[in-house]
Nanobody
Framework: QVQLVESGGGLVQAGGSLRLSCAASGRFISTVTVGWFRQAPGKEREFVGGIARNGGATYYAQSVKGRFTISRDSARNTVYLQMDSLKPEDTAVYYC???????????????WGQGTHVTVSS
Protein backbone atom coordinates (compact mmCIF):
# COMPACT_ATOMS: atom_id res chain seq x y z
CA GLN A 1 0.00 0.00 0.00
CA VAL A 2 1.34 3.41 -0.94
CA GLN A 3 1.89 5.96 1.84
CA LEU A 4 2.26 9.71 1.30
CA VAL A 5 4.00 12.39 3.36
CA GLU A 6 3.67 16.09 2.53
CA SER A 7 6.26 18.65 3.57
CA GLY A 8 7.43 22.15 2.73
CA GLY A 9 4.59 24.25 4.09
CA GLY A 10 5.15 27.41 6.07
CA LEU A 11 4.50 31.13 6.34
CA VAL A 12 5.26 33.42 3.42
CA GLN A 13 4.33 36.91 2.35
CA ALA A 14 2.09 37.59 -0.62
CA GLY A 15 4.09 37.31 -3.82
CA GLY A 16 6.47 34.77 -2.35
CA SER A 17 7.07 31.14 -3.23
CA LEU A 18 6.99 27.71 -1.62
CA ARG A 19 7.69 24.23 -2.89
CA LEU A 20 5.66 21.42 -1.39
CA SER A 21 6.81 17.82 -1.56
CA CYS A 22 4.78 14.63 -1.63
CA ALA A 23 7.05 11.70 -0.87
CA ALA A 24 5.73 8.23 -1.56
CA SER A 25 6.64 4.90 -0.03
CA GLY A 26 5.34 1.43 -0.68
CA ARG A 27 5.37 1.78 -4.45
CA PHE A 28 6.89 3.95 -7.14
CA ILE A 29 5.36 7.39 -7.53
CA SER A 30 5.44 6.99 -11.29
CA THR A 31 2.90 4.15 -11.12
CA VAL A 32 0.10 6.30 -9.67
CA THR A 33 -1.72 9.48 -10.57
CA VAL A 34 -1.12 12.17 -7.94
CA GLY A 35 -3.45 15.02 -7.11
CA TRP A 36 -2.98 18.07 -4.92
CA PHE A 37 -5.86 19.44 -2.87
CA ARG A 38 -6.26 22.21 -0.32
CA GLN A 39 -8.73 23.08 2.40
CA ALA A 40 -9.07 26.52 3.94
CA PRO A 41 -10.77 27.10 7.31
CA GLY A 42 -14.53 26.86 6.99
CA LYS A 43 -14.39 25.76 3.36
CA GLU A 44 -14.65 22.48 1.53
CA ARG A 45 -11.58 20.76 0.19
CA GLU A 46 -10.83 21.78 -3.38
CA PHE A 47 -8.78 20.32 -6.19
CA VAL A 48 -5.59 22.22 -6.99
CA GLY A 49 -3.98 20.13 -9.71
CA GLY A 50 -2.52 16.77 -10.54
CA ILE A 51 -0.07 14.77 -12.59
CA ALA A 52 -1.04 11.62 -14.45
CA ARG A 53 0.84 8.35 -14.41
CA ASN A 54 -0.04 7.99 -18.06
CA GLY A 55 2.57 10.21 -19.70
CA GLY A 56 2.88 12.68 -16.82
CA ALA A 57 0.31 15.17 -18.14
CA THR A 58 -0.61 17.89 -15.65
CA TYR A 59 -3.86 19.67 -14.91
CA TYR A 60 -4.53 22.75 -12.79
CA ALA A 61 -7.49 24.51 -11.32
CA GLN A 62 -8.13 27.92 -12.86
CA SER A 63 -7.42 29.61 -9.54
CA VAL A 64 -3.77 28.50 -9.61
CA LYS A 65 -3.04 28.09 -13.31
CA GLY A 66 0.06 30.04 -14.29
CA ARG A 67 1.27 30.27 -10.68
CA PHE A 68 1.56 26.64 -9.55
CA THR A 69 3.54 23.88 -11.24
CA ILE A 70 3.44 20.15 -10.53
CA SER A 71 6.41 17.94 -11.33
CA ARG A 72 7.62 14.44 -10.59
CA ASP A 73 11.08 13.23 -9.62
CA SER A 74 11.01 9.47 -9.96
CA ALA A 75 14.55 9.09 -8.60
CA ARG A 76 13.41 10.61 -5.30
CA ASN A 77 9.95 9.02 -5.50
CA THR A 78 8.48 12.47 -4.96
CA VAL A 79 5.94 14.78 -6.58
CA TYR A 80 6.37 18.52 -6.10
CA LEU A 81 3.99 21.44 -6.06
CA GLN A 82 5.89 24.63 -6.87
CA MET A 83 3.83 27.63 -5.76
CA ASP A 84 4.80 31.07 -7.03
CA SER A 85 3.14 34.47 -6.75
CA LEU A 86 1.29 33.33 -3.66
CA LYS A 87 -1.83 35.16 -2.57
CA PRO A 88 -3.54 35.32 0.83
CA GLU A 89 -6.40 33.27 -0.60
CA ASP A 90 -3.93 30.41 -1.12
CA THR A 91 -3.79 29.94 2.65
CA ALA A 92 -4.89 26.38 3.41
CA VAL A 93 -3.81 22.93 4.44
CA TYR A 94 -2.45 21.24 1.33
CA TYR A 95 -2.80 17.51 0.75
CA CYS A 96 -1.51 15.13 -1.85
CA UNK A 97 -3.42 12.02 -2.80
CA UNK A 98 -3.24 9.17 -5.29
CA UNK A 99 -5.74 7.47 -7.50
CA UNK A 100 -5.20 4.22 -9.31
CA UNK A 101 -6.14 5.47 -12.73
CA UNK A 102 -4.25 6.65 -15.76
CA UNK A 103 -5.48 10.25 -15.89
CA UNK A 104 -5.96 13.21 -13.57
CA UNK A 105 -9.44 13.71 -12.18
CA UNK A 106 -10.99 15.71 -9.35
CA UNK A 107 -12.52 12.67 -7.65
CA UNK A 108 -11.77 9.04 -6.74
CA UNK A 109 -8.51 9.53 -4.86
CA UNK A 110 -7.88 6.50 -2.68
CA UNK A 111 -4.90 7.34 -0.44
CA TRP A 112 -4.20 10.68 1.24
CA GLY A 113 -1.28 12.27 3.04
CA GLN A 114 -1.55 14.06 6.37
CA GLY A 115 -1.35 17.57 4.93
CA THR A 116 1.01 20.52 5.28
CA HIS A 117 -0.09 24.02 6.23
CA VAL A 118 0.54 27.06 4.05
CA THR A 119 -0.11 30.57 5.32
CA VAL A 120 0.24 33.57 3.03
CA SER A 121 0.22 36.96 4.73
CA SER A 122 -0.89 40.17 3.07
Amino acid sequence: QVQLVESGGGLVQAGGSLRLSCAASGRFISTVTVGWFRQAPGKEREFVGGIARNGGATYYAQSVKGRFTISRDSARNTVYLQMDSLKPEDTAVYYCAVRFGDVVDTVDYNVWGQGTHVTVSS
